[in-house]
């Protein structure tokens, strides 16, 4: 669900150092990776990693590329080019394209194709050019950044950049591409539509990235803040269950007057119950290890729980019933800071299961009487869509309804 | 009046149309290494003619001088001052525009101009460290930490590297210890007796500009800011050239650069000036321009000095100077600048675009010896103007490249950078510049766009928030603490 580019000029230097640091950055997306490294011999080496186990390598070079799984898959053809893809499309014909016609010829591909259009790409050659784009409708974004005066970085998001050291100069147009190498670099632009996935800026990216030139922490913010009004409800307490939805949670709280609670303490770290790829039983079991409630913050009080999105409704649902059965709760409000999840995404920047997805199948009434709560607020689709719009992008919604 | 121009570059090229503009109608000889067309055609069109020699060897310039008889000699680049050809002109009796070679140290002996800054308490200063040794010098960028480490000798702009820390978390320091000690290396291999081969410096982080000065030791003359773009490809990245763009106006600021930040940097480059005085005991008869970052840290920061007006900087003063430039620099050399007043057009803006063989910088064998064409009448034709820089005559009288940037587009608009970028943009994509054999040329498009200016602008207003707060608290003063040794100070008042 993320690509990762960091590039040297020169040989001697060692990305993967680099690069190790902007996988980090980057594996909030996913669990599984692939990654390819340019070696100073001139070869291709390609690895498939983890990158949540405790000390995963990448494979060494001057330049590395990185894939996350499932949404962006890594093709070496014929150990001459090696094509990462993000959204769904085959990488397949890119790495050939590379490896037989050359650089500029991949560079169009992914801005001009139609097999191309809704993804973003990078591309390493054996002989050491690199090419980075996004399709002329594209889903993926993809920002450029230098490290001083030393190598091109480019990621899904901002954070990895800077991760690596580097500064953030740039974000790929739709059906824009740059290529290059040590001595050249230039630029396609065949001209398309911003259609940047809605779903990252609600909930994939981390909160100190920019997405395709948009702040993803005052987005949630002020949606946070937009979702208040739409709900209107009179509550004591706000509080987020986190970590994705406290700048919601943050406006939320700033828009309605009511006072901002931390409301929830995790004994598991960081971990991201929809990334984590688990059976049902092992995730509540893991939900209820990360939400432990801090009992003073709820009694008696008119409270409202903004979580970042609902799938099949556990995580809220766990979360209510533990709120009213032991700590109190006078009302439980349920605003959540996405639009309703109705489709799986083609595009595979997430891979739902459309029968597990409530608001498919449940109207909110129903669902509110499902999670137990004493209202049900969703962020109105049209909000995020008209703030977007304002930066220039026409954010797909596929999955949202 | 009588010029030599010493210098065969796309600076000598743009000082050559500047003085030819001049009521004193000069006839401008050149005195060059590479036989620069741009140059010729100047020469030629104002009754001079050309020198072949080579512009860092004194005798040569003498020769060249005394057969034209020249009545001002103007150096344009860094090489020749520091080889003492200024000083040797002088002394038979030229009058001279270019530092002599003890105040051209402030360029060419990175290690000298910082502790000329500390000892003088100079503001914009950085914490350095001079070294001789690369065991030495590895040692020290091993535990410094958030460091640049640059060659301790002017080398062309090439062989600076930054390491990046905060990210502590990468190594840095590894890394910085084994550039430092091939760098070491490799400067002690090229040039004899240097003092330092490598200096390693304190990393600030912001916008880049320059501002020059013209001094004759005792007034100075403010010429408009300028900013260059060092690294070779667009959006900032790339490896680092001697400049491959510059904007400027509308003068004397930049659109980034506020009137106050201006000041400071001049009020920094005249206490240089009387620095340098006190110290060498000659006065600076020459361009000084200080290449500057504006920081969170200080403000105005001195990277380096140049000992000369920058390329592609001087490029922007085509369209802006309105007074007599000749005059400007024949009154330098002769220490009769008091009451000279440079005029310069505030409605400009100016977008500079350097053109590079594929290969510039770090291949140059690749980026030298391919044929070029030039249509320097069709630039006028557009409103803009195109000088030529490395480029020298081939043995078949055709001309080629020499590895380094080949030419610089010049185009201005009373409408704003972006309208200017445009206007070069077109110039380049027209053919203006071509080589003949289909090699590729590298040029920047983003250098003058809306998308660069609007970076540049929240970064200097990211700066500006956090050094103005420093100022008005009074902080002039950076604390470590080293577990053993105890506070460490560094005072920068």
């Given at each position: 669900?993320?690509?990762?580019?960091?590039?040297?000029?020169?040989?001697?230097?060692?990305?993967?150092?680099?690069?190790?640091?902007?996988?980090?950055?980057?594996?909030?997306?996913?669990?599984?990776?692939?990654?390819?490294?340019?070696?100073?011999?001139?070869?291709?080496?390609?690895?498939?990693?983890?990158?949540?186990?405790?000390?995963?390598?990448?494979?060494?070079?001057?330049?590395?590329?990185?894939?996350?799984?499932?949404?962006?898959?890594?093709?070496?053809?014929?150990?001459?080019?090696?094509?990462?893809?993000?959204?769904?499309?085959?990488?397949?014909?890119?790495?050939?394209?590379?490896?037989?016609?050359?650089?500029?010829?991949?560079?169009?591909?992914?801005?001009?194709?139609?097999?191309?259009?809704?993804?973003?790409?990078?591309?390493?050659?054996?002989?050491?050019?690199?090419?980075?784009?996004?399709?002329?409708?594209?889903?993926?974004?993809?920002?450029?950044?230098?490290?001083?005066?030393?190598?091109?970085?480019?990621?899904?998001?901002?954070?990895?950049?800077?991760?690596?050291?580097?500064?953030?100069?740039?974000?790929?147009?739709?059906?824009?591409?740059?290529?290059?190498?040590?001595?050249?670099?230039?630029?396609?632009?065949?001209?398309?539509?911003?259609?940047?996935?809605?779903?990252?800026?609600?909930?994939?990216?981390?909160?100190?990235?920019?997405?395709?030139?948009?702040?993803?922490?005052?987005?949630?913010?002020?949606?946070?803040?937009?979702?208040?009004?739409?709900?209107?409800?009179?509550?004591?307490?706000?509080?987020?269950v986190?970590?994705?939805?406290?700048?919601?949670?943050?406006?939320?709280?700033?828009?309605?007057?009511?006072?901002?609670?931390?409301?929830?303490?995790?004994?598991?770290?960081?971990?991201?119950?929809a990334?984590?790829?688990?059976?049902?039983?092992?995730?509540?079991?893991?939900?209820?290890?990360?939400?432990?409630?801090?009992?003073?913050?709820?009694?008696?009080?008119?409270?409202?729980?903004?979580d970042d999105s609902v799938v099949t409704g556990l995580t809220l649902k766990?979360?209510?019933?533990?709120?009213?059965?032991?700590?109190?709760?006078?009302?439980?409000?349920a605003a959540v800071s996405s639009p309703r999840l109705?489709?799986?995404?083609?595009?595979?920047?997430?891979?739902?299961?459309?029968?597990a997805l409530v608001a498919?199948?449940l109207?909110d009434?129903?669902i509110?009487?499902v999670l137990?709560v004493?209202?049900l607020?969703w962020l109105?689709?049209?909000?995020?869509?008209?703030?977007?719009?304002?930066?220039?992008?026409?954010?797909?919604?596929?999955?949202?309804? | 009046?009588?010029?030599?121009?010493?210098?065969?570059?796309?600076?000598?090229?743009?000082?050559?149309?500047?003085?030819?503009?001049?009521?004193?109608?000069?006839?401008?000889?050149?005195?060059?290494?590479?036989?620069?067309?741009?140059?010729?055609?100047?020469?030629?069109?104002?009754?001079?003619?050309?020198?072949?020699?080579?512009?860092?060897?004194?005798?040569?310039?003498?020769?060249?001088?005394?057969?034209?008889?020249?009545?001002?000699?103007?150096?344009?680049?860094?090489?020749?001052?520091?080889?003492?050809?200024?000083?040797?002109?002088?002394?038979?009796?030229?009058?001279?525009?270019?530092?002599?070679?003890?105040?051209?140290?402030?360029?060419?002996?990175?290690?000298?101009?910082?502790?000329?800054?500390?000892?003088?308490?100079?503001?914009?200063?950085?914490?350095?460290?001079?070294?001789?040794?690369?065991?030495?010098?590895?040692?020290?960028?091993?535990?410094?930490?958030?460091?640049?480490?640059?060659?301790?000798?002017?080398?062309?702009?090439?062989?600076?590297?930054?390491?990046?820390?905060?990210?502590?978390?990468?190594?840095?320091?590894?890394?910085?210890?084994?550039?430092?000690?091939?760098?070491?290396?490799?400067?002690?291999?090229?040039?004899?007796?240097?003092?330092?081969?490598?200096?390693?410096?304190?990393?600030?982080?912001?916008?880049?500009?320059?501002?020059?000065?013209?001094?004759?030791?005792?007034?100075?003359?403010?010429?408009?800011?300028?900013?260059?773009?060092?690294?070779?490809?667009?959006?900032?990245?790339?490896?680092?050239?001697?400049?491959?763009?510059?904007?400027?106006?509308?003068?004397?600021?930049?659109?980034?650069?506020?009137?106050?930040?201006?000041?400071?940097?001049?009020?920094?480059?005249?206490?240089?000036?009387?620095?340098?005085?006190?110290?060498?005991?000659?006065?600076?008869?020459?361009?000084?321009?200080?290449?500057?970052?504006?920081?969170?840290?200080?403000?105005?920061?001195?990277?380096?000095?140049?000992?000369?007006?920058?390329?592609?900087?001087?490029?922007?003063?085509?369209?802006?100077?309105?007074?007599?430039?000749?005059?400007?620099?024949?009154?330098?050399?002769?220490?009769?600048?008091?009451?000279?007043?440079?005029?310069?057009?505030?409605?400009?803006?100016?977008?500079?675009?350097?053109?590079?063989?594929?290969?510039?910088?770090?291949?140059?064998?690749?980026?030298?010896?391919?044929?070029?064409?030039?249509?320097?009448?069709?630039?006028?034709?557009?409103?803009?103007?195109?000088?030529?820089?490395?480029?020298?005559?081939?043995?078949?009288?055709?001309?080629?490249?020499?590895?380094?940037?080949?030419?610089?587009?010049?185009?201005?608009?009373?409408?704003?950078?972006?309208?200017?970028?445009?206007?070069?943009?077109?110039?380049?994509?027209?053919?203006?510049?071509?080589?003949?054999?289909?090699?590729?040329?590298?040029?920047?498009?983003?250098?003058?766009?809306?998308?660069?200016?609007?970076?540049?602008?929240?970064?200097?207003?990211?700066?500006?928030?956090?050094?103005?707060?420093?100022?008005?608290?009074?902080?002039?003063?950076?604390?470590?603490?080293?577990?053993?040794?105890?506070?460490?100070?560094?005072?920068?008042?």
């Open positions: 669900m993320g690509l990762l580019l960091a590039y040297f000029y020169e040989r001697d230097q060692d990305a993967s150092r680099y690069a190790y640091y902007g996988v980090m950055g980057l594996r909030h997306r996913g669990t599984v990776a692939e990654a390819v490294a340019a070696t100073p011999g001139g070869g291709l080496v390609a690895e498939r990693l983890e990158p949540w186990r405790e000390g995963f390598t990448l494979p060494r070079g001057y330049a590395v590329a990185a894939a996350f799984q499932p949404s962006a898959r890594l093709h070496v053809y014929a150990g001459e080019a090696a094509a990462l893809v993000d959204g769904g499309c085959p990488p397949g014909p890119l790495a050939r394209a590379a490896a037989e016609k050359g650089l500029r010829e991949a560079a169009e591909m992914v801005a001009g194709d139609a097999r191309y259009a809704p993804c973003a790409a990078i591309v390493l050659t054996r002989s050491g050019g690199y090419a980075a784009g996004r399709g002329y409708e594209s889903r993926r974004p993809l920002s450029l950044g230098g490290y001083g005066f030393e190598a091109l970085y480019a990621a899904t998001e901002t954070a990895p950049i800077t991760l690596m050291g580097g500064r953030w100069s740039h974000d790929i147009g739709a059906g824009e591409a740059v290529y290059g190498d040590a001595e050249v670099f230039e630029e396609v632009r065949l001209g398309g539509t911003r259609r940047t996935s809605l779903f990252e800026y609600i909930y994939l990216a981390r909160m100190d990235s920019f997405v395709d030139g948009v702040d993803v922490y005052r987005f949630r913010r002020e949606m946070g803040a937009r979702l208040a009004r739409s709900h209107g409800v009179e509550a004591d307490v706000v509080v987020g986190p970590e994705t939805a406290l700048p919601y949670a943050l406006g939320y709280a700033e828009a309605s007057g009511a006072r901002l609670e931390l409301g929830f303490v995790s004994t598991v770290g960081r971990v991201r119950t990334v984590a790829q688990l059976p049902p039983g092992e995730r509540a079991r893991l939900l209820s290890l990360k939400l432990n409630p801090v009992p003073s913050v709820f009694e008696a009080a008119r409270v409202v729980v903004v766990v979360v209510v019933q533990r709120l009213r059965r032991l700590h109190g709760a006078r009302e439980v409000h109705v489709r799986p995404c083609p595009f595979q920047v997430q891979v739902l299961d459309e029968e498919r199948h109207d009434d129903e509110a009487r137990d004493d209202s607020a109105p689709l049209g909000e995020t869509v008209s703030y977007l719009s304002g930066h220039g992008i026409e954010p797909c919604t596929h999955c949202m309804g | 009046m009588r010029v030599l121009l010493v210098g065969d570059g796309a600076r000598e090229h743009a000082l050559a149309l500047l003085m030819a503009r001049s009521s004193a109608e000069p006839r401008i000889a050149a005195l060059m290494k590479n036989h620069n067309p741009g140059i010729e055609r100047v020469a030629l069109e104002t009754g001079g003619r050309v020198y072949h020699g080579s512009p860092t060897s004194p005798e040569d310039a003498v020769r060249a001088a005394e057969d034209y008889g020249a009545e001002l000699v103007v150096i344009g680049p860094e090489e020749p001052l520091f080889a003492g050809v200024a000083d040797t002109l002088r002394e038979r009796g030229f009058p001279v525009f270019g530092a002599g070679k003890a105040s051209a140290m402030i360029e060419m002996d990175k290690v000298y101009a910082r502790e000329l800054m500390w000892r003088h308490r100079i503001p914009g200063r950085l914490r350095f460290r001079g070294f001789s040794s690369p065991e030495e010098a590895a040692e020290y960028a091993r535990a410094a930490g958030d460091v640049v480490v640059k060659p301790a000798r002017q080398a062309g702009g090439r062989g600076v590297r930054v390491f990046a820390q905060p990210m502590e978390h990468i190594e840095a320091g590894e890394a910085a210890a084994g550039y430092a000690a091939r760098l070491a290396e490799e400067m002690r291999k090229r040039y004899q007796g240097l003092r330092y081969t490598v200096i390693v410096e304190e990393r600030v982080d912001g916008v880049e500009y320059t501002v020059p000065v013209v001094s004759d030791g005792e007034t100075v003359v403010a010429l408009p800011a300028a900013q260059d773009n060092p690294h070779l490809f667009p959006y900032d990245t790339g490896p680092e050239t001697g400049g491959m763009g510059a904007i400027a106006g509308p003068a004397p600021l930049l659109p980034f650069l506020e009137q106050s930040e201006y000041r400071e940097t001049l009020e920094i480059l005249r206490k240089t000036l009387e620095a340098l005085r006190g110290e060498t005991g000659e006065p600076y008869r020459g361009a000084l321009s200080g290449q500057m970052m504006l920081t969170g840290l200080w403000g105005p920061v001195v990277i380096e000095y140049y000992a000369r007006l920058g390329d592609p900087e001087t490029s922007t003063l085509l369209p802006l100077v309105e007074s007599d430039f000749l005059e400007l620099l024949d009154r330098a050399a002769r220490r009769r600048l008091a009451g000279y007043r440079l005029e310069a057009r505030e409605d400009v803006y100016v977008v500079v675009k350097a053109l590079a063989p594929a290969g510039y910088p770090l291949n140059r064998g690749r980026a030298r010896g391919h044929p070029v064409a030039f249509d320097v009448d069709a630039a006028r034709e557009r409103g803009c103007e195109l000088l030529v820089g490395g480029v020298t005559r081939s043995s078949d009288g055709g001309f080629v490249t020499t590895g380094s940037r080949v030419a610089e587009v010049v185009c201005w608009s009373s409408l704003g950078h972006e309208d200017a970028s445009r206007r070069a943009e077109e110039m380049i994509a027209s053919g203006a510049v071509r080589l003949l054999d289909g090699h590729p040329l590298v040029h920047r498009w983003d250098v003058g766009s809306g998308e660069q200016l609007t970076w540049r602008m929240r970064m200097a207003e990211l700066a500006r928030t956090s050094y103005r707060r420093r100022r008005e608290k009074g902080l002039t003063r950076v604390y470590d603490w080293v577990s053993g040794k105890g506070l460490i100070v560094h005072d920068y008042s």
